[in-house]
């Protein structure tokens, strides 16, 4: 039996390689693998977390009640960038850290963004479904040659997207409330207001935290603004875009189309959203590749042997 118990909830850890599993174990951890999502997991992790020295955490919720229960918990390790389901004042006033991964999913995030651009602006999906059915539906689409990008947010996933974006011969606007010099002078990328970016861009990706800042950025009257051909692609986290007014844009045409790897609820079952062709879905899969997945698990173990072995860590986001 090891020195500490680390609970993994994360469901593609390790699942890449096995180098995370061994410097857990190189470390003395125990890892018991619990299913977010099924329906003993609630249960579990509230009995799991009681004598848990770590957990490495996927997208489900860590609410006050469930740090609460946590005996001797000193590290929540996300497996990701994101921690807004991870209540951190209440991991804060328990003495417990909360990690993340920067940096580790960034290419996979940004070529998803890119992929859900080219799917709208070329009615990819729509065409595939067609071609299943039997049928040869060949609707027009736009080309992304020489258009405007609009880019919000941009830490290293926003600037990978306009990176990759430059490929295509793209004009790059930027709105986030830091200015990036060097990607600027790289990108020959131009900051502007929130309210330029939606009028003058053709596609516009969206790279920012959810916050309550953040929350319904973009609502009926940001809509209002764009192209009518314009192509909103969300890979950061639901909330940012109001779903309502996003429906009712698509569904009127007053924009062209949305790529969503971001929901409110996800998945997103029950959302209109789901009726709308134009409108593409994908399963919050931006990490989802074999490189990512084995950058992540690697430095997610790393922040765990961190905060049990020094007490500390580089990535954490508190105290």
């Known amino acids: ?19 995370a599993l061994r410097l857990l174990e190189e470390h003395d951890c125990d890892v018991v693998r619990l299913v977010a999502g099924v329906a003993t997991f609630d249960e579990q992790i509230k009995e799991e977390i009681a004598a848990a020295d770590a957990v490495i955490a996927g997208l489900d919720e860590y609410s006050k009640e469930l740090i609460d229960l946590a005996g001797k918990l000193k590290v929540i390790s996300r497996y990701g960038v994101g921690y807004d389901k991870v209540d951190v004042e209440a991991a804060d006033r328990k003495g417990i850290l909360v990690t993340i991964t920067p940096g580790a999913n960034g290419d996979s995030v940004a070529d998803l963004a890119v992929t859900l651009m080219l799917d709208a602006a070329r009615n990819v999906a729509a065409m595939d479904a067609a071609m299943k059915g039997r ?3 060949r609707p027009q689409g736009v080309e992304m040659w020489q258009k405007t990008l609009g880019v919000i947010g941009t830490g290293r996933i926003g600037q990978g997207v306009a990176r990759r974006c430059k490929g295509f011969d793209m004009k790059i606007l930027c709105y986030d409330i830091y200015e990036n010099e060097a990607f600027k002078k790289e990108c020959n990328a131009k900051y502007v207001d929130l309210s330029t970016l939606l009028r003058e861009s053709d596609f516009i990706t969206i790279h920012s935290p959810l916050t309550p800042e953040t929350k319904d950025m ?3 009257r940001e809509f209002d603004m764009m192209k ?5 692609v969300n890979t950061a986290r639901g909330g940012i875009i109001n779903e309502e007014a996003l429906y009712e844009a698509l569904k009127s045409g007053s924009i062209r189309g949305a790529g969503l790897d971001a ?5 997103p079952y029950d959302s209109p959203l789901m009726t709308l062709p134009n409108c593409i879905l994908t399963p919050h899969a931006g990490a989802a590749t074999k490189e990512a997945s084995s950058k992540m698990s690697l430095m997610a173990a790393q922040n765990v042997v961190d905060v049990l072995t020094t007490g500390d860590c580089k990535y954490k986001v508190n105290p």
């Open 1 to 19: 039996m090891g020195k500490y118990k680390v609970i993994v909830t994360a469901r593609s850890f390790a699942k890449a390689d096995d180098q």
């Open 135 to 137: 049928a040869q539906a």
């Open 218 to 220: 973009i609502g009926a």
């Open 228 to 232: 009518n051909d314009a192509v909103i």
């Open 263 to 267: 929901t409110v609820d996800e998945p």
